[in-house]
């Protein structure tokens, strides 16, 4: 999936520069085009300075705001289709907060600079990272901070060339597909390889701390990747640290959000569980968390696409050929049971198969998702 574009939005017809707008300078940053990478295009308009300015008494309602805004309805359904990760949806809302108070702000004529909204997000495998990322995306550009709101998902092959001079027009050519959006870094910390100093990957971060400096009214960039392996990236990056302003944790899931998952990804797909389905799903959810390469919630997606498998062979080979809606949409526990997790020999290292090696269990692209 790397290189992709996901979630594009039609782009909104830009009102003017909103950093020559708020006249804001970066300290310590290089000014004029000779170090500026990418060429300044026209940025969103977060302060909504197009409309009218307020006299000093007005009162603006943030409730009508919010809801013209549309940030309820993103917020409600980030809720109602995300399990869990209240700690991401609570940090969410709080950035949805702040760029309706700044963009209320603007409208009295305050300005100050856009805020910094580059992120990290850490977290073991299937933990939702990449989910969030595309909401984040589509929030970012109902609130007018982004004017495109699409996401584009690299990781270090779609950056660093293999050769002198290849990387900084590739990983040029990335940011400028991402201007107006979300660019979204997976497994960030593979940009930065301590063993080789004349390794091309500083040659990108540069690249991008630039970028991220001088365009940040215009790219939110998301680093995402696990928690030690970014503390490292961080230890050794000092200058990509400071610029990232929001670093978000996503926890692995109880088991009982786990379950909540696999019904809410069984139901997206047309099936429910049958009652003894459910006490299966309980057992096969505890002894997978406890197997090696559990991925969270890319496991339970896994399992279920198993289990339509099982359910459809259950179905075609049986005895009696006949079927009604029911049968077709209900996943018996059968089809859980014969999974190899229940097997006396859960294969040589328990993972389940399509889960094996860490290219699966970190999402390169072989799985949806
Ligand atoms: N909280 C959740 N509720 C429902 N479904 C979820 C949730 N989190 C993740 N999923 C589903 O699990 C799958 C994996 O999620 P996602 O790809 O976002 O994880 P990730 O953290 O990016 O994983 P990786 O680290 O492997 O890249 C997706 O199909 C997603 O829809
Ligand atoms: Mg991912």
Same mark, same amino acid.
């Given at each position: 999936m790397s290189g992709a574009e996901r979630g594009a939005q039609p782009a909104r017809e830009p009102t003017s520069g909103s950093a020559a707008r708020r006249g804001f300078a970066m300290p310590g940053t290089r000014s004029g085009p000779a170090a500026d990478p990418l060429p300044r295009g026209p940025a969103a308009d977060p302060g909504g300075a197009g409309a009218p300015r307020l006299p000093p008494d007005a009162v603006v309602d943030l409730a009508a705001e919010r809801g013209a805004a549309g940030v309820d309805e993103v917020l409600a359904a980030l809720d109602a289709e995300l399990v869990g990760l209240a700690p991401v949806k609570a940090r969410i809302a709080e950035i949805a907060a702040l760029l309706l108070v700044d963009r209320t702000r603007a409208r009295f004529g305050? @300005? @100050?600079? #856009? #805020?910094?909204?580059h992120m990290c997000f850490t977290g073991g495998p299937g933990t939702g990272k990449t989910t969030v990322a595309l909401r984040m995306a589509g929030l970012l550009h109902r609130l007018g901070y982004l004017r495109r709101g699409h996401l584009i998902t690299v990781t270090r092959d779609d950056l660093v060339g293999q050769y002198v001079g290849h990387t900084a027009p590739k990983t040029r050519e990335v940011l400028k597909r991402a201007m107006g959006g979300v660019l979204f870094i997976d497994e960030a910390y593979y940009l930065h390889k301590a063993e080789n100093e004349r390794d091309y990957g500083s040659e990108s971060i540069e690249i991008l701390l630039q970028v991220m400096e001088n365009h940040r009214d215009d790219l939110v960039v998301i680093l995402a990747g696990y928690a030690a392996e970014m503390d490292v990236f961080f230890r050794s990056n000092p200058g990509m640290s400071s610029r990232i302003a929001h670093h978000i944790t996503f926890p692995d899931y109880t088991a009982d959000e786990l379950e909540q998952i696999a019904d809410r990804i069984a139901d997206q797909l047309g099936y429910a569980f049958a009652p003894q389905a459910r006490l299966a799903l309980r057992d096969y959810l505890e002894r997978r968390m406890a197997r090696p390469r559990f991925a969270n919630a890319r496991s339970v997606r896994n399992a279920v696409e198993r289990a339509r498998l099982r359910q459809a062979r259950r179905l075609v080979d049986g005895a009696d050929p006949h079927v009604d809606r029911g049968a077709l949409t209900t996943i018996e526990a059968a089809d859980l049971l014969s999974s190899r997790v229940f097997g006396p020999d859960p294969g040589a290292d328990g993972a389940e198969p399509g889960e094996r090696g860490t290219a699966d269990a970190y999402g390169s692209g072989t799985m949806p998702g």
């Open positions: 305050i @300005t @100050t600079a #856009p #805020p910094n909204l």
